[in-house]
């Protein structure tokens, strides 16, 4: 079946660290997007990349960094530099096309909490 | 991007009863999509609206935008334990902006 996967489920972060989540999608999509979440609020979005080799800034970038080498991959680093990484973050894709976004398909999900 | 409100923050609905939730922008709005995130889990898109006056519907779900595209409704009649969630509106511009979503509870 095709979809995006992320991983793991659960991450614990120790202070001082950096750590990956990862994402990945066998749907095709040219775009990527990674939303963090925390409770009581909607979905920000952190960075998106609507070409392998592109990416662009969301609208709370400050401490994380992503790539996307590959179009089914579009890995997040949440960097020491980011103080209040404990959130359930999304990834998520879609198309690419016409006057508007397409239908973002997400992934279940990782929740990151700081040791 | 586009920066919406969304009202209630909260719905705490009687089963068989009917709701409506609201998504208003200060700005005419390009499109708007709907998304239901159940607990616990993902996002899931539920509609897309692009025309003045819109009205779409899934069931007994009934989505509208309205006439100045600045505003969106999502209207669930008869209420049932499987639409507990949170629905969330997104305008699309050249990226999603959600708005911050009603939460619904349901009691049988």
């Known amino acids: 079946d095709g979809g995006i996967t992320q991983s793991p489920k659960y991450l614990f972060r120790k202070e001082g660290q950096n750590v990956t989540l990862s994402c990945e999608q066998n749907?095709?999509?040219?775009?990527m997007y990674w939303y963090r979440q925390d409770p009581g609020q909607g979905l920000r979005l952190i960075y998106y990349?609507?070409?392998?080799?592109?990416?662009q800034k969301g609208d709370i970038a400050e401490g994380y960094s992503v790539s996307r080498e590959k179009k089914e991959s579009f890995p997040l680093t949440v960097t020491s530099a980011q103080k209040n990484p404990t959130a359930f973050y999304l990834c998520a894709s879609s198309t690419v096309g016409g006057n508007s976004n397409q239908p973002q398909h997400f992934g279940d999900g990782t929740r990151l909490s700081i040791l | 991007g586009q920066q919406v409100m969304q009202i209630p923050q909260y719905q705490h609905v009687q089963e068989g009863e009917d709701f409506t939730t609201y998504c208003n922008s200060s700005t005419t709005l390009s499109n708007i999509q709907w998304y239901k995130q159940r607990p616990g889990g993902h996002p899931v898109f539920l509609i897309q609206?692009?025309?003045?006056?819109e009205v779409k519907k899934q069931k007994r779900l009934t989505f509208q935008f309205g006439e100045a595209k600045k505003n969106s409704s999502l209207h669930i009649t008869a209420t049932q334990t499987t639409d507990v969630g949170t629905y969330f509106c997104a305008p699309s511009d050249y990226k999603l902006s959600f708005g911050a979503g009603t939460t619904v509870t349901v009691r049988a």
């Open positions: 749907l095709n999509h040219d775009a």
């Open positions: 609206l692009v025309k003045s006056g």
């Open positions: 990349s609507q070409i392998v080799n592109d990416f």
